[in-house]
């Protein structure tokens, strides 16, 4: 069948829930979905003109027919998909593979025995534990226990580059204990090695008394160094935590999954908290899809009800689901006990889910190669899914007005760029066409006014397009900036505003449409956010106060008879102030452009007269 005549089928079905399956030419079933109304969510895959992600375009582009079960509820609609996907894995609905096999902690050949995480046992002579399921525990492990024992972490190869080359920065912070500097003995390595495998194998236990005892004999030996070595070993192993973050209730079973979204790819992030430890960490990468929203709503009952994942108690979700109640009781019919599922605004549940966000984040960038992104770049990334962006902002431009008792106001244009404030890029504006104080019309005629400069083709900063720009202000802002830029070159450039608390703290980004996105959850936004906002507002009240000052100064001169306007604004164009017009010569206040020689004498003589 044609997409047309899909879609005339489609507008036949009846408003009532149930379940689809899309097929294609060979009748192999491509797709399984669940509707709360049949006719509503499967005709829209068919009508022209309705924007999908490139995985669900391409679904379309295989589907040739589709069946439906109508059911007498949505949970039973929720139920059966769950199922019917279980039982035929579709090509289109996600996959749940989260590239995850055995790991290992390899113990490399003596002498000078390197501890690492591997996800595979190879025949190189080394030694392997394991395996394990869980390369998140690995890992954790086996930082645990080179942190606690300071092991060496670094590329370089012992004997050979010992004595050679400066120490990095792991010895300075006192994360390692230096082997490169020759200072410690291979008896004394092997022995910190040994109880860091112990540490791995077995948890702390009595390992702390086994060292305080070798502490103190080396002391009694007036060993002192090793003696330090012991102590150090000792401390950090009673700093370190056993294994992961715990949550408050020491009884805690729960899962948090953020989901975060970037240039053709959405990760989601599971973490998995159990007696109220982080246990595991899992991770599902989905190309060519960038609905955040519809893989959420897709993901969860996939990932529980067909993916042999026994549901926790508590599931803290980044946001809210539309069938939130009838799969929390689909989840809790699957465990045989009450699940519940919910979104955490404050507090200790709410900075799991922004953790949970931040290596979802951390994913996509190393699935996209960026690993290793610096803060700014994080920034940029979780700045992006935040507001709905395409990609991270390259730059972003800032406004904000400033106003005088005077009537009078101008503004300031901050600029960073991949992060970071570009202050080459900074300008000011003198509201020229705005009469008293109106922060509306003066940033409407200041957008205004950079638009015309970016279609004039200007160089520098203003013959840039920025990829994000944030005015100080809410609603009212963003509404008189979008009717100003609308057919300009920047009328397609994304556009928020920036409303603060009673306490002048930045609260919540204001979207084109008026909406607000609060940014309490997202501690890292919130900073990169406030910062910006605190620096446009002080770049303008600072251009303000010298333009005040100017004018003060420009009143003094022409409080001196026979001084007007211009003639006073001659003078601070000659001599910059008015300490430096007091203290000129009479030769050098008539040589001055634009002040004839009366009133070069007559500002002489008010400073001078009574010499």
Known sequence: MTKQELYQKACALPLLPGVYIIRDREGTIIYIGKAKRLRTRVSQYFREGVPHDAKVTQMIRHAFEFDVIVTTSEFEALVLEASQIKAHNPKYNILLKDDKGYSYVRVSPAPWRRITAVLQKEEDGADYIGPFTSSFAVREMVETACTAFRLPTCGRQFPRDIKKGRPCLNLHIGRCMGVCTGRIQLEDYEESVTEALRLIRYGKGDIIKTLETRMEQAAERLDFEKAALLRDQIAAIRRIAPGQRVVTDDDKEQDVIAFAGAAGAVCAA????????????????????????????????????SGGETPPRVVAVDAPLPDQELLAQALS?????????????????????????????????????????DRAGRLLDETAHLLGLSQPPHIIESYDISNWGDGTS??????????????????????????????????????????????????????????????????????????????????????????????????????????????????????????????????????????????????????????????????????????????????????????????????????????
């Open 270 to 305: 599971i973490l998995r908290f159990r007696q109220g430890k982080l246990q595991d960490k899992k991770e599902f990468v989905f190309k060519d899809s960038t609905d955040i929203d519809t893989l959420r709503e897709e993901f969860l009952p996939r990932y529980y009800l």
């Open 333 to 373: 019919q699957e465990r045989g006990g009450k699940v519940r599922i919910y979104t955490p605004e404050r507090g200790d549940n709410a900075r799991l889910v922004q953790m949970a966000y931040v290596n979802a984040v951390e994913r996509l960038a190393r699935e996209a190669g960026r690993a290793g992104i």
């Open 410 to 611: 101008v503004a300031g244009m901050i600029v960073y760029e991949d992060g970071k404030p570009k202050r080459s890029g900074y300008r000011t504006f003198r509201i020229r066409s705005v009469l008293g104080t109106d922060d509306y019309a003066s940033m409407a005629e200041t957008l205004s006014r950079r638009a015309a400069e970016y279609a004039a083709g200007a160089s520098g900063q203003f013959g840039q397009k920025p990829d994000l720009i944030l005015l100080d202000g809410g609603r009212g802002q963003v509404s008189a900036v979008r009717g100003a830029l609308a057919g300009t070159p920047l009328a397609d450039v994304p556009l928020f505003g920036m409303v603060k608390d009673d306490h002048h703290r930045t609260r919540a980004i204001v979207t084109a449409d008026g909406q607000e996105i609060a940014l309490s959850m997202h501690r890292g936004v919130f900073t990169f956010i406030t910062g910006i906002q605190d620096e446009v507002h002080r770049f303008s009240i600072q251009y303000q106060r010298r333009n005040q000052k100017k004018k003060a100064y420009s009143s003094t001169l022409t409080a001196i008879p026979g001084v007007g306007p211009a003639t006073a604004k001659a003078l601070l164009a000659a001599f910059g102030s008015v300490g430096a017009v007091r203290t000129a010569t009479l030769e050098q206040l008539a040589a001055a452009k634009g002040v004839n020689s009366r009133a070069a004498r007559a500002v002489w003589e008010a400073f001078h007269g009574g010499e």
